[in-house]
């Protein structure tokens, strides 16, 4: 019998009211998917299908409703931006889900934030090479506990919001992403097989913003738990 050579860590997140948690297998993530954050980035978002790129499983850091967590600036980047997105976390998946069906995928929701080094995105971007480096850096994933669907209902609508030091930098509803999660869900049904333990990061309104180290942010949605970061310098 193989076992293995060594153990790894296996991205978790707690749920809220349960001693379980959610084991994460991947992070997708949806570009773009509101007009006013389409139209700041630089496209028409009138013409443009649902895109989709992913973060790293172990780029998740839990933060807990009462704390403020410590997140590390990155390295090698002069521009770091905070996105606030809500986030559905999948109980399970499927290949080809209709739209009808989708919303059935979804266990839970959190607020998240899709953390991205905005300059080294665009240059990236400019050159035609991959995003990664802009999205897909560790701790790019900080996150809130899982409120199930069952406690919450689906959220459709509802405030969306991120702070800096007190002041409202992105505001917007929810109603206002130009592809539901349901839509999300079925699109990325078509191009990959869902599986209970995706995540699926919604997209971010307008007036995303750079933040320095000692800033404090607090992403909200209405109907779940306040996410407070603040963003602390990389031990080197
Ligand atoms: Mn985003």
């Known amino acids: 019998m193989s076992q293995l050579l060594f153990e790894i860590d296996h991205p978790s997140i707690p749920i809220s009211g349960s001693n379980a948690v959610f084991p994460v297998r991947r ?11 389409a139209r700041e980035m630089g496209s028409d978002p009138e013409r443009e299908p649902p895109f989709f790129f992913q973060k790293p499983s172990d780029a998740v850091q839990v933060v807990m409703p009462g704390e403020t967590g410590e997140h590390p600036y ?27 069906k989708a919303l059935d995928c979804v266990y839970g929701y959190a607020v998240g934030l899709d953390m991205t080094r905005r300059d080294l995105q665009s240059q990236m971007k400019d050159q035609r090479k991959p995003w990664d480096i802009g999205k897909g850096f560790d701790h790019s994933a900080p996150i809130g506990p899982i409120l199930p669907v069952a406690d919450t209902g689906h959220f459709k609508s509802g405030e969306i919001s991120l702070s800096v030091n007190g002041v409202v930098k992105q505001k917007a509803d929810l109603s206002q992403m130009m592809w539901s999660v349901a839509e999300q869900i079925a699109r990325l049904s078509q191009l990959f097989e869902l599986k209970a333990g995706d995540l699926i990061m919604s997209g971010t309104p307008e007036n995303v913003g750079p933040v320095v180290v000692g800033d404090t942010l607090v992403a909200k949605i209405a109907g779940l738990p306040d996410l407070s970061l603040k963003i602390v310098k990389t031990e080197v």
Do not use: Q
């Open 27 to 37: 992070i997708y993530c949806i570009g773009r998917n509101y007009a006013a954050h």
């Open 74 to 100: 990155p390295s090698l980047t002069n521009s770091y931006h905070y996105e606030v997105e809500l986030v559905a976390a999948l109980g399970k998946g499927g290949r080809n889900i209709p739209v009808e």
